[in-house]
C-alpha cells in the first residue's frame, strides 16, 4: 500500500476512515472555532466503527490485518 487510503461503509459507501501505508488508521471528526478537528485519532489495531451516515448507522468491523476477509 503506498498511499493513504479510505475505508468507506461496507452499507451506504461512506467515507469512514483513513488508513496510513505503516497500517494506523487515522480518525478526524468535526472542526472547532480554528478550522481544527475536535476528534483527532492514531488507531493501531482493529476496529468497530458506526457509520456516521444518519440514515445508516451500521457497524463496520476493519481488521488490522490487510487481507483479512472482514475488510472492504
Known amino acids: 500500500m503506498l ?3 479510505w475505508f468507506r461503509c461496507r ?3 461512506k467515507k469512514l476512515i483513513k488508513r496510513k501505508p505503516n497500517g494506523i488508521f487515522i ?3 468535526g ?3 480554528t ?3 475536535v476528534v ?4 493501531s489495531g482493529s476496529i468497530k466503527i458506526k457509520c456516521l451516515r444518519k440514515s445508516c448507522r451500521k457497524t463496520n468491523t476493519i481488521s488490522f490485518f490487510p487481507n483479512d476477509d472482514e475488510n472492504q
Open 40 to 43: 483527532d485519532m492514531e488507531i
Open 31 to 33: 472542526k472547532d472555532n
Open 35 to 37: 478550522n481544527q478537528p
Open 11 to 13: 452499507y451506504c459507501g
Open 27 to 29: 480518525f478526524k471528526f
Open 3 to 5: 498511499n493513504d487510503s
